[in-house]
């Protein structure tokens, strides 16, 4: 087992927050997670590290194993607007293909060979339009922003001591 699960804590003693957003930059609103990533880069908040990639990689699970909440971040073709959010469990079996990774199997990967078990949660961004294009539509901009404030809501709240 890697030492990855007895890392200590930040000495001031918040937790450690990585924030994953995938998706495709090239294909409109499908880049929602890049560009929650590039908010959070812009804004440098205190014990947050933000990480974002085409799509989740079974590599991405050493990250996950070494935060205490992980919060994954890609766009909704459907569903709720602005976003959705829900609580992320590790999968019962680890199963993917070499193009399709869920969340709940990098948790799986994290806990069953790196030791790390965060507490984790989903939130799907409502996107519109998927062409290819690199630019976000004016409706996945206004979602976008209240996404990163509900994720910044939830992450000083963390940071306070209480749940996200």
Request: overall charge negative; some cysteine; proline content about 5%.
């Amino acid at each position: 087992m890697s030492s990855v699960a007895t890392k200590m804590a930040p000495a001031n003693g918040q937790a450690r927050i990585l924030v994953l957003g995938y998706g495709n930059p090239g294909r409109q609103d499908d880049g929602l997670g890049p560009a929650m990533v590039a908010e959070i880069e812009r804004l440098a908040w205190r014990n947050v590290t933000a990480h974002d990639n085409y799509q989740l990689n079974i590599e991405d699970a050493i990250d996950v194993a070494e935060h205490d909440i992980v919060w994954f971040v890609d766009a909704a073709r459907a569903g709720p607007a602005p976003y959705s959010m829900s609580d992320l469990s590790p999968a019962s079996g680890i199963e993917f293909t070499s193009h399709l990774v869920r969340p709940e199997v990098i948790l799986a990967i994290a806990r069953q060979y790196y030791g790390g078990s965060p507490r984790a949660f989903l939130v799907g961004i409502r996107g519109y339009e998927f062409e290819f294009l690199e630019e976000l539509t004016m409706e996945a901009k206004h979602n976008l922003r209240a996404a990163l404030a509900m994720l910044g809501e939830r992450i000083r709240s963390c940071q306070t001591g209480e749940a996200p």
